[in-house]
């Protein structure tokens, strides 16, 4: 058993492996070096000899413990046929949703226009440096997902005003969603990936009143749907106000925590194995700055289960050599 999934499925404290969302992006040359001359990020998520390159890119670098796929949450809206593009300095900008075309597709179809992301997976996990490590396959949840679909870019700090006009068609668009994540997951698994992670980046814009319907059961669907599939599930619900309560209705294999979350109080109500939580702006302070941090996180969870990850994805401007300074000291931990 690889590292990461002796941390997950034997709970294993003895060992804090190491892998970073994000890690494979903008804060390494040669990452920017492809991007430059491949301006259409969907058509670079899909070209599975550049996004196996750019997936081993920080392999190559730095002892992670984990490869995760370059790919992206937004890749599911597109293979339902939904328009997705990626705007320099704004972000992802999608089509007008359509209940009807997308509750058209066929699942033949959705993974035809994917195809290529599981090629990717394949090439990743067959590779020799993932040797002793995990292949980390991911979806956005079901939550994020919509809000992408319609509300058709990021939402800032909140959700429009209007968001929840219509409830019935939410929940019909929500059901779809969550079929073709299912199939999403499926051929990620079929194809190598062997841990899912379940980024839901809005979970934070909801009223608690909302939150079930929208957050703990569709996320508990697809956490049981992947335990079926004999791999572990890590779920990432940024900014939720409470993980305790997420984890007991989700019951998730492993939780990614935000940087705004005591890590101290997670300890304490938390059983089950914790991954994240380090601020990524520690990443552009100095070495004895990032020493002191990354510590404080392997000490708290010294006897906890715990993956060394970041609270949110790298961050562009970081410098890849506080990055193998990092890893070094989680390693020497
Ligand atoms: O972590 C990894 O290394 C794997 C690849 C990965 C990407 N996106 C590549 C990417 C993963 C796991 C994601 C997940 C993702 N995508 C999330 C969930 C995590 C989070 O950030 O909250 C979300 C919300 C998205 C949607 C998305 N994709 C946004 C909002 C943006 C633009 C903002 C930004 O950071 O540029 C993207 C673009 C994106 N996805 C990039 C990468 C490397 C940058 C593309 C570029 O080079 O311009």
């Known amino acids: 058993m690889t590292p990461l999934n002796k941390v997950i499925v034997n709970k294993d404290t003895s060992i804090n492996p190491i892998w970073i969302m994000r890690q494979a992006g903008r ?32 392999l190559r670098r730095f002892d992670f413990d984990a490869a ?44 035809k226009r994917v195809q290529e992301i599981y090629e990717a997976i394949k090439n990743v996990s067959n590779n020799d440096i993932l040797k002793d490590k995990s292949t980390i396959g991911f979806v956005g949840a079901p939550w994020t997902i919509l809000v992408y679909m319609i509300n058709q870019q990021s939402p800032k700090k909140q959700l429009k005003k209007n968001f929840f006009r219509d409830e019935n068609l939410i929940n019909k668009i929500l059901i779809v969603i969550e079929k073709f994540l299912k199939i999403h997951i499926k051929n990620q698994i079929d194809n190598g990936a062997n841990a899912i992670q379940i980024f839901d980046s809005w979970a934070g ?5 909302d939150i079930p319907n929208y957050i703990y059961n569709p996320t508990l669907n697809l956490v049981k749907f992947v335990q ?22 989700v019951k998730p294999d492993a939780i990614c925590i935000d940087y705004e979350v005591d890590p101290f109080t997670i300890r304490k109500k938390i059983k089950i194995p914790v991954q994240g939580g380090m601020d990524p702006k520690v990443l552009l302070s100095d070495k004895e700055t990032i020493k002191k941090e990354a510590k404080k996180y392997l000490d708290i969870f010294k006897d906890h ?9 790298v961050l562009p401007e970081t410098d890849p050599n506080m990055m193998d300074y990092l890893v070094k000291t989680v390693k020497d931990y």
């Open 68 to 111: 995760i796929i370059f790919s992206d949450i937004l890749m599911l809206p597109y293979g339902l046929k939904q328009k997705v593009e990626f705007k320099k300095n704004f972000g992802p900008i999608l089509g007008k949703l359509n209940l009807e075309e997308i509750s058209g597709v066929k699942e033949t179809d959705f993974t």
């Open 228 to 249: 079926s599939l004999n791999t572990p599930v890590i779920c990432f619900p940024r900014n939720i106000k409470d993980y305790k309560k997420y984890c007991d209705f």
């Open 205 to 209: 814009l909801l009223e608690n009143k």
């Open 305 to 313: 289960p715990y993956i060394f990850n970041l609270g949110h994805g």
């Open 27 to 58: 804060y390494l040359p040669e990452f920017r070096e492809i991007r430059s001359k491949n301006t259409d990020f969907i058509k670079l998520c899909l070209n599975p000899t550049l996004s196996t390159e750019i997936t081993l890119q920080p």
